[in-house]
């Protein structure tokens, strides 16, 4: 069997594989998905409060996220990937029932809100366990020469629930208000779980060969920094693209977003092999000036044509830069740390995104949505000097 077709027979096999942990994430995230768009509709039209309410609702989900992701890692890592998992599952229609119960209480809307931001908190932990575990669980199922890619592949089962799960909370809005958004939420973690509870798990490691918190970090934190930087061109481009596009007359608004993801579902589907057969930062380095090119085209577009040129490069480029830090941040750790690793890693993507966009609207409001991009690819070409300082410190060989 000749080189490349073995490689495409690995990779067939990593990926069936994670399949079960790629329905998890899949699930988890296609329930935050489908209430994203239509949240703010129920908290304003339907309860009657204003946009500041509507930013704590929306928002809560993603301060509890950041908040539990080290002790989600911990989690997975002292009592196994798969209960992590199916923990973040049952918290998750936790999260559903909490916003049928809002509904009940709709005649009272300061009530009902309070009710709803809880569930949404609640919805932040099950979001840091499914993802968290998930990761973990991966790169327990796959060879340690797989870690790149099941970094990818996890990520983009994530991608693609986000991305599906707009139209569809929309559409189930529309119909039926938000007590369908309620609905999926609760029944459809508990479908997944019934389909991954006979599946194979990772056994915990003891807990005396656990590493402390400190060392972990220090194994982390530069390529963590590094999908920081890079993650503020996703930032970039998931806030302010459909801002450019409805400035400039430019239709369809949400071209940006559906190019760059398409493009990194597309990158990481044909080479997400590539940080583990070359080393993540090698890989990272070169990825990340694609990406930075794309966000400059951006920045320079005079027609609709060039800035979805742009977003294409853009998300091929970003595509392999954080599963190939990832790579790194997880070959500075033993198996054993793996989730605390991951949680750990997640946590600098988190503080990028909380960070980023209003920084980004900043820049925006006093230099035009055309300097959101150029400042965001200096940003991200920073990374290089990650990339190149990892390379430097841990010397890549094929």
Known sequence: MSDSHLTEAVGHSVVATLMPVMAAVLAGFLIIGVALPVLPLHVSHDLGFGTVVVGLVAGAQFAASLISRVWAGSYADRHGAKRGVLTGL???????????????????????????????????????????????????????????????????AMFAAMAIGGPVGTTLFTSSGFVAIALVTTVLPLIVLAFLIRTR????????????????????????LGAALASIGYCAILTFSSLLYTG??????????????????????????LPDRFGGARVALIFVVMQAAGLLLM????????????????????????PGLGVEAVRGTTPQNRGLAMGLYTVFLDVAMAAGSPALGWVGGHAGLGAVFLVSAVVVLCTTGVAVRLLCRRPVTR
Do not use: C, N
């Open 90 to 156: 049952i918290v998750a229609a936790v999260s559903g029932l909490l916003y049928l119960l809002s509904l009940a209480f709709a005649d009272m809307p300061v009530v009902s809100v309070m009710v709803l931001l809880v569930g949404r908190a609640v919805l932040g932990g099950a979001e840091s366990f499914i993802i968290t575990g998930g990761v973990a669980w991966g790169l327990g199922l796959a060879d340690k020469e797989h870690a790149g890619k099941v970094i990818a592949w996890v990520g983009t």
């Open 201 to 224: 798990p990772v056994p915990p490691h003891p807990r005396g060969k656990h590493s402390s918190f400190r060392t972990i970090l220090a194994a982390v934190w530069l390529p963590g």
């Open 248 to 273: 400039m007359h430019w239709q369809p608004v949400w071209m940006a977003f559906t190019a760059f993801g398409g493009a990194l579902i597309l990158a990481r589907t044909i080479a997400g092999h």
């Open 299 to 322: 920045s320079q577009a005079k027609t609709s044509l060039i800035a979805s040129a742009g977003a294409t490069l853009a998300g091929f480029g970003y595509s392999l830069v954080y």
